[in-house]
């Protein structure tokens, strides 16, 4: 029954144009178009003044952030930091974009649809339909970020591949960040917004009010970014074990936002 709700919400995702053509837009111009045009612009100004000011700033990092920059003179070391570490917070942020829209509209969607009287006469527990609805939100965000991961490491790879001696990418860092860390960030932003969306009368407040539970989450995914510098693999398996503590907490206490009444609309909780 679980497996039937998430279906039926994917598939009205799919049928709506007006939610997925932005996601392809969203998700090229992060994953593909930007790092195109930031890391082709460090290839072709080499003898930039810029690319020296650069190295000179990579030069004054700690000897451990120095050992994971690869590369054999400023411009090279330069396009290597910014693939591997400046965009990498683009990893968390444009899945747990697409997930939070996703998950704001889905309990308070189906009470405006006149759709969440099925549900709420449903044989399902407030429990399975509380997963069900954070798995359909989960699942568009985090396949999307796959997607564009395997394009921005394709982008990466062909760009600055040629000067670091072959392909290199996706380090070891980086598949533990998408296979570890992202997934309970989601759950994370995810277990809360869908508590707003239980409780607020209109998909535009609970839109409004994800925006802030989304923010914070952001912020921390930049704090892991930062955490690669030093130690890659250490700081994405501690960030992914603190996260996925976190969402286990808020998930397991989420599912009690989820009332029948407000599935109808008679309840007088806001």
Do not use: C
Request: without cysteine; charged residues 10%; positive net charge.
């Amino acid at each position: 029954m679980i497996k039937a709700v998430i279906r039926i919400d994917l598939f009205r995702l799919f049928k709506t144009k007006d939610y997925w053509i932005p996601l392809i837009i969203l998700g090229g111009l992060f994953f593909v178009i930007l790092p195109v045009i930031l890391l082709g612009s460090l290839s072709l100004i080499q003898a930039s003044p810029m690319i020296g000011q650069i190295g000179d700033i990579i030069g004054t990092l700690p000897d451990a952030v120095q050992q994971n920059i690869k590369g054999d003179n400023p411009a090279t070391r330069a396009s290597y930091a910014f693939a591997v570490y400046l965009l990498a917070p683009i990893a968390i942020v444009v899945p747990l974009t697409i997930s939070s829209a996703v998950g704001a509209n889905s309990i308070v969607g189906e009470r405006e649809q006149g759709t969440g009287e099925y549900l709420a006469h449903s044989p399902l527990t407030v429990r399975e339909i509380y997963v069900a609805k954070l798995l359909a939100s989960l699942i568009p965000g985090y396949l999307a970020g796959i997607v564009g991961f395997a394009m921005y490491s394709l982008v990466v790879n062909i760009i600055v591949g040629s000067q670091v001696g072959g392909w290199f990418f996706p380090t070891a860092g980086w598949i533990l960040l998408v296979l570890w860390v992202i997934p309970p960030f989601i759950a994370i932003a995810l277990s809360l917004i869908l508590r707003l969306s239980a409780r607020v009368r209109s998909a535009a407040s609970a839109h409004q009010a994800s925006s802030l539970v989304t923010l914070p989450v952001i912020l921390m995914s930049y704090g892991v970014a930062s955490g690669l510098l030093y130690s890659p693999v250490i700081s994405a398996a501690v960030s992914g074990l603190v996260a996925w503590i976190i969402a286990a907490i808020l998930l397991v206490t989420g599912s009690k936002s989820i009332k029948r009444e407000r599935l109808l609309g008679v309840s007088a909780e806001a």
